[in-house]
């Protein structure tokens, strides 16, 4: 592959995200964990990439997002960053990377940009991050920050379970939301709440809100890639907000078994992917190894 392939789209800005809200138009985000997926997603013509830190599960195989590494984190940030020249490009901040001091978080942040190469950071969380969200944004990094279903909370959360169901829960996440819009989010996630919870707050918001299982009135939508294009194996549970828009794993175990298939039988590879030498230097070759 080498170099990413021009995208003849421009470049996505801050600005365009605030035109695109003012408009209503939903903005459009998806994941990517590395240069393939980055480079597709960019051509599709996302508004955002994020490099989700639900890479640990979907590309490292880990069992949640809590055992992701920020030096991995990076590595799969700069592959992401090589292939999108168009979309507004988002790193996930991994647990423990953050939450400890206001400085931490920039610190974190710095090396998102500097050696991850990312436009913006999110952090997970609501009033108690806002002073991290404070200092990182004053730096000159924009935060995109993410309340409702925190993934990385799971073990406080129960799970992961949707968030805001009752009249006290939604207040909670309406304060955090308002908390971290104050502290200079440009926007932020909204994940795994009731869509009239996640609509009603989104009304009470001046920055967007990116939705993932909130349901139609958020002002974008976000899904990771592998769960969306079908790129896993039959019978993995899936969250009830995917809708599986093709199914990747099915095309690839077919072109894998037919290549397996046809290497047993003989038939791969033919003439056609083979070298040739010209005749007598096949003949000489053979004459000077004949004794070997
Ligand atoms: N592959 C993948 N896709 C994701 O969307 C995703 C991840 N990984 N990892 C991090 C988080 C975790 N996510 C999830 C995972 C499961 C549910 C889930 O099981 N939801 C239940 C509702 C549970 C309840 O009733 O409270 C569901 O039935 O959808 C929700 C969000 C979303 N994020
Ligand atoms: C699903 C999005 C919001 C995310 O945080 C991730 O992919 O890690
Ligand atoms: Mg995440």
């Known amino acids: 592959m080498g170099a990413a392939p021009p ?26 964990h590395d240069f393939p997926s980055g480079l597709v997603a960019d051509h599709a013509g996302m508004d955002m990439v994020l490099v989700g830190d639900s890479l640990a599960m979907v590309a490292l195989g880990m069992e949640d997002t809590s055992e992701v590494l920020l030096e991995e984190m990076l590595l799969h940030c700069r592959s992401v960053a090589r292939a999108v020249k168009s979309a507004f490009t988002v790193g996930d901040l991994p647990m423990g990377t953050y939450e400890i001091a206001p400085e931490q978080g920039l610190a974190t942040a710095i090396r998102f940009i500097k050696e991850g190469r990312v436009q913006s950071v999110k952090l997970e969380g609501g009033r108690e991050m806002a002073p991290t969200i404070r200092k990182i944004t004053t730096a000159g990094i924009p935060v995109l920050g993410h309340v409702g279903l925190t993934p990385q909370r799971q073990n406080a959360l129960g799970g992961f379970r949707v968030q805001g169901k ?127």
Not at 179 to 202: F, N, R
């Open 166 to 292: 009752t009249r006290d829960g939604a207040m909670r996440i309406l304060e955090d939301a308002l908390a971290i819009q104050d502290a200079g989010c440009y926007a932020m996630v909204l994940e795994a709440v009731p869509a009239d919870v996640a609509a009603l707050i989104t009304e009470k918001l001046s920055v967007p809100t990116i939705g993932i299982g909130a349901g139609a009135g958020t002002s974008g939508q976000v899904l990771v890639q592998t769960d969306m294009t079908g790129n896993f194996p039959p019978g993995r549970f899936l969250p009830k907000f995917v809708k599986q828009y093709g199914n990747v794993w099915g095309e690839a175990m077919r072109a894998i078994e037919a290549y397996r298939d046809e290497v047993k039988s003989g038939q791969y590879p033919a003439q056609e992917h083979t070298y040739p030498a010209a005749k007598e230097e096949i003949e000489a070759f053979k004459q000077a190894i004949k004794g070997l």
């Open 7 to 32: 995208n003849p789209r421009k470049k996505v800005t801050l600005g365009t995200l605030r035109s695109l809200h003012r408009r209503r138009e939903p903005i459009t985000v998806m994941t990517a």
